[in-house]
């Protein structure tokens, strides 16, 4: 099983409201990404958290607060977003564990985020 | 810090023809390379990857990519595709020696394959 499972598929939000995005894995991986896809472009990391402790912030605004509640979920959580935070939002796991070389990232099918 | 290049941002082919789809990279330690699948409204799915040993890798889906590393190239072929084989196609490395293990992704191609 390689299944990355992310809630919602879409999400429509105006600019006040908080939302937020969840992403869950059972495959005993410890390593949980936040990526950001705008169309037409590949993605781009956002955050990544290792053993539920955050150990890459790529300078992301602060309305996206990324959680990592225990080692199998992980949240982003969206306040006072603008329309040009838009995207595709893709999360991903890996074994993190070991050599590099099992590092391998497997994604979910990503919420598709609109924000009026 | 590594970048990807891949030259082709659309490939039209015709069903049953073979197809190329380039990538070369650039970086200052050694890298592992990946190959994504984007199918419309879906999240990325790993087609192959190269890490360590023969360079020619094969993938699913009956796609296949071969390292150069004179070259830093890792280009991705299937010798017939097919009409389901159309999507976007994602090139991305992560550094050996780092402990960064984030993604660094080309900017895709998209292929489009006609009947």
């Known amino acids: 099983d390689t299944e990355v499972t992310q809630t919602p598929k879409h999400l429509v939000m105006g600019m006040t409201n908080k939302k937020s995005l969840k992403c869950e894995q059972h495959m005993g991986h410890r390593a949980m990404y936040w990526y950001k896809q705008k169309a037409k472009k590949p993605p781009e990391l956002m955050f990544v958290y290792s053993y539920e402790k955050l150990s890459i912030n790529e300078s992301v605004p602060s309305r996206f607060s990324p959680e990592c509640p225990n080692s199998s979920l992980l949240n982003l959580h969206l306040h006072a977003l603008q329309p040009e935070d838009s995207a595709l939002y893709l999360c991903a796991s890996s074994q993190d564990r070991g050599s590099l070389a099992k590092n391998i990232q497997y994604f979910g099918a990503g919420t598709r985020l609109s924000v009026l | 810090a590594q970048s990807v290049t891949q030259l082709d941002s659309q490939v039209p082919v015709f069903e049953e023809a073979p197809v190329e789809l380039r990538c070369n990279y650039s970086?200052?330690?050694?890298?592992?390379l990946f190959w994504y699948v984007q199918y419309p409204n879906q999240g990325l799915q790993l087609l192959l990857k190269y890490l360590s040993g023969s360079t020619l890798v094969k993938g699913i889906n009956g796609f296949e990519a071969e390292f150069n590393k004179s070259q830093t190239s890792f280009h991705l072929r299937k010798p017939s595709v097919h009409i389901s084989d159309t999507a976007e196609y994602f090139c991305a490395v992560i550094p050996m020696d780092t402990g960064r293990r984030a993604l660094t992704f080309g900017s895709g191609t998209r292929l489009q394959v006609q009947p």
């Open positions: 970086s200052s330690v050694s890298v592992y």
